[in-house]
């Protein structure tokens, strides 16, 4: 399996729309690895993790046939994952040769933004019914895809909503994808992610090297969850461990990053990142 990662920031982009801190400053001079997108990522090259609003910048620079799309997961109704207008140019007038349908998972409030987002005015939706289907799923659900096993986790994110993080399964391979979440999962998340064994666990970095009692992740937090992981048998030694979505106010450069991982058996993830794994 391959995942290749898109986008790699938090919802503020990094360097930050308009932010000039020592981090988006550094990162303008230097370039390279050290400009991030909102986070996204692709699985296979079919099953799509999030739709930013940097998906169409994601399609040009990393050629990307969203039209060979067939699943979508969306995590949450954060801006930086959820961008449904985009979608309205699936349908066959922009997306010319789009086979079949885009199955499209989300929770409640992500099904509630996307109804408000594909109005053509303020009373009539586009018509997109027949290329986009959606799916309203909960923490807790199994579902199939075209090939792929999917459980959505519970996670420790904004309590406004059903935030969800996903394990995704195809050919043997089992992913995590833990964006975005806190370190403080439930008792049912814990029981969900505790029964895999996993050949790739993405975390959530957004706070760098500070940490905060949930909603979001540092690298102590990781660290530490990586350990449990370990101790309850999901991670062996074949793991693939990444860090991902990652703010400017962890205060930490991509190259502080990339070290702080490799002392630990750690890829700090940037934009356009493929592992084979
Ligand atoms: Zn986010
Ligand atoms: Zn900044
Ligand atoms: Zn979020």
């Given at each position: 399996m391959k995942i290749r990662y898109l986008g790699t920031a938090a919802a503020e982009g990094w360097p930050a729309l308009f932010c000039s801190c020592p981090i988006c400053t550094q990162a303008r001079e230097q370039g390279g690895r050290n400009l991030r997108t909102r986070t996204q990522a692709i699985l296979d090259g079919e099953l799509l993790l999030d739709f930013p609003p940097d998906t169409y910048c994601h399609a040009l620079q990393q050629?990307?046939?969203?039209?060979?799309?067939h699943t979508l997961l969306v995590t949450h109704n954060h801006m930086d994952h959820w961008?449904?207008?985009?979608?309205?140019?699936?349908h066959e007038h922009f997306?010319?040769?789009?086979e079949g349908t885009l199955e499209v998972f989300g929770n409640p409030a992500v099904k509630e933004a996307f109804d408000a987002h594909?109005?053509?005015?303020?009373?009539?939706?586009?018509?997109i019914d027949d290329v986009v289907n959606f799916h309203v799923i909960h923490g807790g659900d199994r579902f199939r895809s075209h090939g792929w096993e999917i459980i959505a986790v519970p996670a420790?994110?904004?309590?406004r909503e059903e935030c969800l993080v996903y394990i995704c399964k195809k050919g043997g391979k089992t992913v995590f994808y833990g964006?975005?979440?806190?370190?403080?999962?439930s008792d049912e998340a814990w029981a969900l992610v505790a029964a895999e064994r996993y050949d790739l666990i993405s975390l959530d970095a957004t706070m760098g090297k500070k940490t905060i009692p949930g909603y979001h992740m540092g690298l102590p937090d990781d660290e530490a969850m990586f350990q449990r992981l370990a101790q309850l048998g999901c991670?062996?030694?074949?793991t693939v461990k990444v860090i991902n979505h990652f703010s400017h106010n962890g205060g930490m450069t991509h190259d502080q990053l990339a070290a702080w991982g490799a002392e630990r058996g750690i890829l700090a993830a940037y934009d356009g990142m493929e592992i084979e794994f």
């Open positions: 050629g990307l046939e969203l039209a060979k799309v961008f449904p207008t985009d979608l309205i140019h699936r997306g010319h040769g789009a594909i109005l053509i005015d303020r009373f009539k939706p586009h018509p420790d994110h904004d309590q964006h975005d979440t806190g370190v403080n999962l991670v062996g030694e074949h």
